[in-house]
C-alpha cells in the first residue's frame, strides 16, 4: 500500500495563477482532508470530504476549491493564486469520522506539496 | 473555538535522557486527542491516539496521558535516542481536529 500520496511535491506559481493539487488514497477510507501548515500556526483546515461526491468547508476555505468525484482521490484547486497561500499543504485520509470534518480515528497524512506563490 | 497550545516550541535534551512534551486544549468537550510526529519536510505520522474516556495510551518508550478536566495531556518518551529528534504536534478531536503548533525536539549524541 502506497497510503496517502500528493502530487506535486513542490510548486512556484506567479500571483493570480491557477492550480491543481492532487491527493490519493489506497486505503479505501471515506474522509479525506486538505491541510496548510503555516510556520508557527500548526495545521488548519480547509476542505474535508465525507465521501465520494461531498465536500465542505473547514476552518480556511476562502480562495480554494475541492472536489472528490472519486472516493480514491481528493483535489484542491488554487483559481488565482496569493501569496498568501505560500505553505505547505498536506492531505490526509480516515477511515471513519464525523459529519463536521472531524475524525473519530487516525488520520493518515500525505507527505505535503510546498507551495510558493511569487 | 479550540485553541491549543504547546510548550516549548523547542527542547534539546541529551541522549538518555526521558522526554516530557506538553499540551493544553481549552475545550474539554473532545472526542479524542492524537500525538503526532514529524520529521523535516515529511508528512505527520501518527504516534497515540486518546479516547475522551481514556486516562492514558501506551505504545513502546512513548506514554500519552490525557486529563480532560484540567484541559491537558502529555507526551512521555522514555531514554530518548538522536532518532527521537523531530517536531511532535498534538490535537484535539472535537468537531475537526486543532493541531497545537509543535514541540520541535533535539536529542544529542
Known amino acids: 500500500n502506497a497510503g496517502v500520496t500528493q502530487t506535486p511535491k513542490f510548486r512556484v506559481l506567479k500571483t493570480g495563477q491557477s492550480m491543481t493539487l492532487l491527493c490519493a488514497q489506497d486505503?479505501?477510507?471515506?474522509?479525506m482532508y486538505w491541510y496548510r501548515q503555516d510556520p508557527g500556526m500548526g495545521l488548519r483546515l480547509i476542505h474535508y470530504?465525507?465521501?465520494?461526491?461531498?465536500?465542505a468547508k473547514g476552518e480556511v476555505p476562502d480562495g480554494y476549491n475541492v472536489s472528490r468525484l472519486k472516493k480514491q482521490n481528493f483535489l484542491l484547486g488554487l483559481e488565482s493564486a496569493a501569496p498568501s497561500q505560500t505553505s505547505v499543504y498536506f492531505c490526509?485520509?480516515?477511515?471513519?469520522?464525523?459529519?463536521?470534518?472531524?475524525?473519530?480515528?487516525?488520520?493518515?497524512f500525505g507527505p505535503g506539496t510546498r507551495l510558493t506563490v511569487l | 473555538k479550540q485553541e491549543v497550545t504547546q510548550i516549548p516550541a523547542a527542547l534539546s535534551v541529551p541522549e538518555g535522557e526521558n522526554l516530557v512534551l506538553n499540551c493544553s486544549f481549552t475545550?474539554?468537550?473532545?472526542?479524542?486527542l492524537q500525538w503526532f510526529r514529524q520529521d523535516p519536510g515529511k508528512g505527520l505520522t501518527s504516534l497515540l491516539l486518546?479516547?475522551?474516556?481514556?486516562r492514558e495510551q501506551t505504545s513502546g518508550r512513548l506514554n500519552a496521558s490525557l486529563d480532560k478536566s484540567s484541559g491537558r495531556s502529555t507526551l512521555y518518551i522514555a531514554a530518548s535516542q538522536p532518532g527521537d529528534s523531530a517536531t511532535y504536534l498534538c490535537?484535539?478531536?472535537?468537531?475537526?481536529?486543532?493541531f497545537g503548533a509543535g514541540t520541535t525536539v533535539t536529542v544529542r549524541a
Open positions: 490526509a485520509s480516515s477511515y471513519s469520522g464525523l459529519s463536521s470534518g472531524g475524525s473519530t480515528d487516525t488520520q493518515y
Open positions: 486505503m479505501n477510507h471515506e474522509y
Open positions: 470530504s465525507v465521501g465520494e461526491g461531498t465536500t
Open positions: 475545550d474539554s468537550a473532545i472526542y479524542n
Open positions: 486518546i479516547q475522551s474516556s481514556q
Open positions: 490535537a484535539t478531536n472535537d468537531y475537526k481536529l486543532s
